[in-house]
């Protein structure tokens, strides 16, 4: 090696080593560039690999949690771009791991943009949420209050207010399980919701009732079997928040229809936190020889119109996640 490319692989090492008093760097070092396919967090036994598209940001942080998903330990941003995908891998990361992004870019709603970094964002492609969201005007991309609206930009974290998104092990022993293929002329639909079928059932121990696992309970399928159906249709199960006008009544969302992860089961249908619940509820039925249907609406989420909170979708990219009125991209369709 040549006296000038020592010093060079010297100096590029030098640059590699982590300093001890700064974490952030430490974890910023060992990232890699990653793949910008699949979408979302996915564990391949080695690591995480984070894919987040955004056609408009101009830099994304993946934040880093504690287990409780209370403490942000860190901020890293991703190094790579490809196809308007940001995204990066973290070597040594695992399932279990509590994050949520911070998209950087314009805040130009009268054009579609509302990025704002002080806003923590849910995955829209996490598998697994931890905690619920706790309203507050931190909330908000815009200063509630403030004389110019939804146009104004609020500089509070929304960090303790959101849920966090878990990188989840994918692996679950389906067995013998089959897809139930029940041909249209035949097919006589139930539609039930988790928690209001399960709730009061007497053959649910009352700790897994209002759940998925309650849900799998053998006299409950049973009981629908002898209905004579053969599809149970599922209310939406994806995971939601409960409106704050709602909340303000002493009311809660109950049919869950305002999603706001559309790949992750809400928590409060997992008896013991589990993802696994959701794939034993779905196995059982199908053993049982029923089809089952999920009911899902896309055509709106709980970030709600120009007024509501910046929680996901709004945050990573507004203008290609929603659609927006023609001659002012402010306002939404």
């Not at 104004?152 to 966090?164: C, G, L, Q």
């Not at 309650?214 to 004579?228: A, M, P, Q």
Request: glycine share 8%.
């Amino acid at each position: 090696m040549s006296t000038s490319h020592a010093k060079a692989a010297k100096d590029q090492d030098a640059k590699q080593q982590p300093s001890p008093k700064d974490s952030t760097e430490q974890v910023t070092s060992r990232i890699r560039e990653g793949l910008p396919f699949p979408l979302g967090a996915n564990w391949d036994g080695l690591g995480v690999n984070f894919a987040l598209f955004s056609a408009n940001a101009t830099k994304v942080e993946l934040c880093l949690f504690d287990s409780s998903g209370e403490v942000e330990l860190e901020r890293i941003e991703l190094p790579e771009y490809t196809d308007e995908i940001f995204h990066g891998y973290l070597p040594d990361a695992h399932p279990g791991l509590i994050y949520g992004y911070r998209v950087y870019g314009p805040y130009d709603p009268q054009n579609g943009h509302r990025f704002n970094h002080n806003k923590l964002l849910i995955d829209p492609y996490a598998k697994q949420l931890v905690g619920q969201l706790k309203w507050s005007e931190a909330l908000f991309g815009y200063t509630i209050g403030h004389e110019d609206g939804d146009l104004s930009f609020d500089e509070r974290d929304s960090a303790p207010f959101v849920p966090k998104s878990k990188v989840i092990d994918p692996a679950y022993t389906w067995g013998r399980d089959q897809r139930v293929n029940v041909p249209w002329d035949k097919t006589i639909i139930y539609e039930t919701h988790v928690r209001g079928f399960t709730m009061r059932h007497p053959a649910v121990p009352e700790d897994l009732r209002g759940t998925f696992s309650g849900l799998r309970n053998d006299e409950v399928i049973e009981h629908i079997r002898k209905l004579g159906v053969t599809s149970v249709e599922l209310l939406p199960i994806h995971a939601f928040v409960n409106d704050q006008h709602l909340l303000q009544k002493g009311m809660t969302n109950y049919w869950g229809y305002n999603s706001i992860a559309f790949f992750a089961p809400d928590p409060r249908y997992l008896a013991h936190g589990k993802i696994a619940e959701f794939k034993e509820m779905i196995a059982h039925l199908h053993d049982a020889g029923l089809e089952v249907i999920l009911d899902v609406v896309y055509n709106h989420t709980a970030e709600g119109n120009e007024l509501g909170p910046t929680l996901s979708m709004r945050g990573i990219d507004n203008a290609s996640y929603y659609r927006l009125m023609p001659d002012d991209k402010r306002f939404y369709i």
